[in-house]
């Protein structure tokens, strides 16, 4: 089991994670945030949530300066040395995305809200967010978040026709999330562990938290897993083999995440 003084990477899920889902209070977890600040140990959020969003949470959270996966893998950014960022390559921009949706929704009358087709105060009112952070959740880069209105063929028929397109829809806690193929949590991780820079003492080793199925593909590729107790219908199916690095929470939220840290670095 790895300990703080290892070249520990901690990659976390915030809605339902580290955050709470109703309040989104991390007090549960401010212990070991604590704990994780003092040796060090770099803490990469890799959320749903946009950049905008997570920049002003990393400033809350005193980790300003780490990398950081936004919007369910389609943005990865850090900032470097030379104060210029680093961010994933390529793929099509969130105009050119709603542009795509917009097009499919007039040639196929899917029935599907955006957040490019609503106001601040209606997200703020799906989400429990305050209007200015809702703001910040509309100020996106490489996906749209949405809620499908339609029947199961349609849906069936909506991800065929993103396909063509090059898209793919990601389930999240809330939405569903249309995105560029093959920029899920899992492939932002790997395009991150490849590119940011090793540790002094050695590779980096990770124990990555989530709740959802969304960050199964995520969970997949670190060291340690640790599944949070979490309110989505779907269970988080991981497809690793090795079991014993897979731990499941008793608690939900920051409990459940402050469980799994206890559970790998004190045992």
């Excluded at 300003?64 to 369910?72: H, K, L, R, S, Y």
């Excluded at 880069?141 to 829809?169: C, M, N, P, V, Y």
């Excluded at 990601?170 to 820079?197: C, I």
Aim: aromatic letters at 10%; a negative charge.
């Amino acid at each position: 089991m790895p300990a703080l003084h290892d070249p520990l990477m901690i990659i976390t899920d915030l809605d339902g994670s580290l955050l709470d889902h109703h309040t989104y209070s991390w007090q549960p977890a401010q212990a070991w945030l604590d704990r994780l600040q003092s040796a060090a140990v770099p803490l990469v959020i890799c959320s749903s949530k946009t950049a905008a969003e997570i920049v002003p949470l990393q400033r809350s959270l005193g980790i300003t300066g780490a990398p950081f996966i936004a919007e369910n893998g389609a943005v990865v950014k850090w900032q470097q040395q030379n104060s210029a960022t680093a961010s994933l390559p390529g793929g099509k921009s969130y105009a050119a995305i709603c542009a795509t949706l917009a097009q499919l929704r007039e040639q196929h009358g899917f029935k599907f809200t955006g957040f490019a087709d609503v106001s601040e105060k209606e997200v703020a009112d799906w989400t429990g967010l305050t209007p200015h952070d809702a703001a910040l959740a509309k100020t996106r880069e490489g996906s749209e978040s949405l809620i499908w209105r339609d029947t199961t063929e349609q849906f069936t028929f909506f991800q065929q026709a993103l396909a063509k397109h090059e898209l793919e829809l990601v389930q999240g806690g809330r939405f569903w999330h249309v995105m560029n193929q093959g920029r899920g949590k899992g492939a932002a991780l790997s395009w991150l562990l490849t590119h940011f820079p090793a540790s002094g003492k050695g590779r980096w080793i990770t124990i990555g938290l989530g709740d959802g199925p969304n960050d199964a593909p995520m969970l997949d590729k670190v060291d340690y897993a640790v599944v949070i107790k979490g309110y989505s219908k779907n269970a988080v199916e991981l497809k690793r083999q090795d079991k014993e690095h897979i731990f499941y929470s008793a608690g939900f939220g920051p409990q459940g995440w402050s469980e799994g840290l206890t559970h790998y670095i004190t045992q």
